[in-house]
Nanobody, 109 residues
Framework: QLQASGGGLVQAGGSLRLSCAASGFIFSTNPMGWFRQAPGRQREWVASITSAGSATTANSVKGRFTVSRDDSRSTLYLQMNNLKPEDTAVYYC?????YGQGTLVTVSS
């Protein structure tokens, strides 16, 4: 089970930190990812992190978003800085193709 939280309404240039609590599998041995889906658009990949902690991010968020994990808490994080209106979307965490309940991020201009 994957439960994302931490979304909300923020002004452009602001920051948010998303969390994803995972359960039902061995979190520490699995790569994890973040995806997002904006209104009227397809779901897109945002960031991934391996079990060893190696992270990659999409070009659209590179330098602004950071993915991290806390294996002791089975929790995935996405730190989002310098948010832009085009970051508005429902954000989902992902494990092996499974998407939990997302969290809505709205960035106002």
């Amino acid at each position: 089970q994957l439960q994302a939280s931490g979304g909300g309404l923020v002004q452009a240039g602001g920051s948010l930190r998303l969390s994803c609590a995972a359960s039902g599998f061995i979190f520490s041995t699995n790569p994890m990812g973040w995806f997002r889906q904006a209104p009227g658009r397809q779901r897109e990949w945002v960031a991934s992190i391996t079990s060893a902690g190696s992270a990659t991010t999409a070009n659209s968020v590179k330098g602004r978003f950071t993915v991290s994990r806390d294996d002791s808490r089975s929790t995935l994080y996405l730190q989002m800085n310098n948010l832009k209106p085009e970051d508005t979307a429902v954000y989902y965490c992902n494990w092996r193709g499974n998407y939990g309940q997302g969290t809505l991020v709205t960035v106002s201009s």
